[in-house]
């Protein structure tokens, strides 16, 4: 086989293989980072929560206050009772007397309200901070994990770097740019194979007469579709 082919072959194998080794560190890096996502989520769910608790807190402690005057103002109407002479006066106060129990009813039953909600919001910020513990240090181990993970495969992708520069140096210089540019442009695919007049790049065929000059196996051409460099390898010569 064309000497030249059998080198951008090589080169294109170890750039794969380069490409996978990338995805796999991508990878990694993508688990935690969804994980650290997961306890940022977290940790914004429990200041809500915190916050709706806070709100709710200082809404009692307004009925709270309101509560007391009414009390207070009950009070003083029913003393006032035993002071009025007139029908017409002790109607009208008996009415407000009325108004105001109906009032401290209504706010009781609103703070109680309240303070059963107060205790399942702070119920479920008791739960979240219990997941969050479990989480954070989950995180943590993950972070270490990962990062070995990480800096092993780096290593094999160091080895696999060097090759690929001693495989680069020795392919052409303009050659070797035209396949960066289409691995780039091609999904990682810059150089493959024609099988029975098919580019096995674009899977479309290829004229009769390029096909003719691809079997005798001595050139590479361009796809006409894909603009990939093709090669022709009967299927038993291929690694
Ligand atoms: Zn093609």
Same mark, same amino acid.
Do not use: W
């Given at each position: 086989?064309?000497?030249?082919?059998?080198?951008?072959?090589?080169?294109?194998?170890?750039?794969?293989?380069?490409?996978?080794?990338?995805?796999?560190?991508?990878?990694?890096?993508?688990?935690?980072?969804?994980?650290?996502?997961?306890?940022?989520?977290?940790?914004?769910?429990?200041?809500?929560?915190?916050?709706?608790?806070?709100?709710?807190?200082?809404?009692?402690?307004?009925?709270?206050?309101?509560?007391?005057?009414?009390?207070?103002?009950?009070?003083?109407?029913?003393?006032?009772?035993?002071?009025?002479?007139?029908?017409?006066?002790?109607?009208?106060?008996?009415?407000?007397?009325?108004?105001?129990?109906?009032?401290?009813?209504?706010?009781?039953?609103?703070?109680?309200?309240?303070?059963?909600?107060?205790?399942?919001?702070?119920?479920?910020?008791?739960?979240?901070?219990?997941?969050?513990?479990?989480?954070?240090?989950?995180?943590?181990?993950?972070?270490? +994990?990962?990062?070995?993970?990480? !800096? @092993?495969?780096?290593? %094999? /992708?160091? =080895?696999?770097?060097?090759? *690929?520069? +001693?495989?680069?140096?020795?392919? !052409? @210089?303009?050659?070797? %740019? /035209?396949? =960066?540019?289409?691995?780039? *442009?091609?999904?990682?695919?810059?150089?493959?194979?024609?099988?029975?007049?098919?580019?096995?790049?674009?899977?479309?065929?290829?004229?009769?007469?390029?096909?003719?000059?691809?079997?005798?196996?001595?050139?590479?051409?361009?796809?006409?579709?894909?603009?990939?460099?093709?090669?022709?390898?009967?299927?038993?010569?291929?690694?």
């Amino acid at each position: 086989m064309n000497e030249v082919i059998s080198q951008l072959i090589a080169l294109q194998k170890i750039d794969l293989h380069l490409d996978t080794i990338d995805n796999k560190i991508k990878e990694e890096q993508d688990a935690l980072d969804r994980q650290s996502a997961m306890l940022a989520q977290r940790e914004s769910d429990i200041d809500d929560l915190h916050e709706q608790i806070s709100t709710l807190e200082k809404e009692r402690r307004t009925l709270d206050l309101e509560l007391g005057e009414e009390l207070v103002h009950v009070k003083s109407r029913q003393s006032k009772m035993m002071q009025v002479q007139t029908g017409r006066e002790q109607t009208a106060l008996l009415k407000e007397i009325e108004d105001g129990k109906q009032n401290i009813k209504d706010k009781e039953d609103k703070i109680v309200s309240i303070m059963a909600e107060v205790e399942s919001l702070t119920a479920q910020v008791t739960r979240q901070q219990e997941l969050l513990q479990a989480e954070t240090k989950s995180l943590a181990e993950e972070t270490i +994990k990962t990062k070995e993970a990480i !800096e @092993a495969i780096s290593k %094999s /992708k160091q =080895t696999e770097s060097n090759k *690929r520069q +001693k495989h680069a140096s020795e392919v !052409e @210089a303009k050659l070797l %740019s /035209k396949y =960066t540019i289409l691995r780039e *442009r091609r999904n990682g695919l810059a150089v493959n194979n024609v099988l029975a007049g098919v580019c096995q790049g674009c899977f479309m065929s290829i004229p009769p007469q390029q096909y003719n000059t691809l079997l005798r196996g001595d050139k590479h051409l361009d796809c006409p579709v894909c603009q990939r460099i093709i090669y022709h390898l009967p299927p038993d010569d291929q690694e």
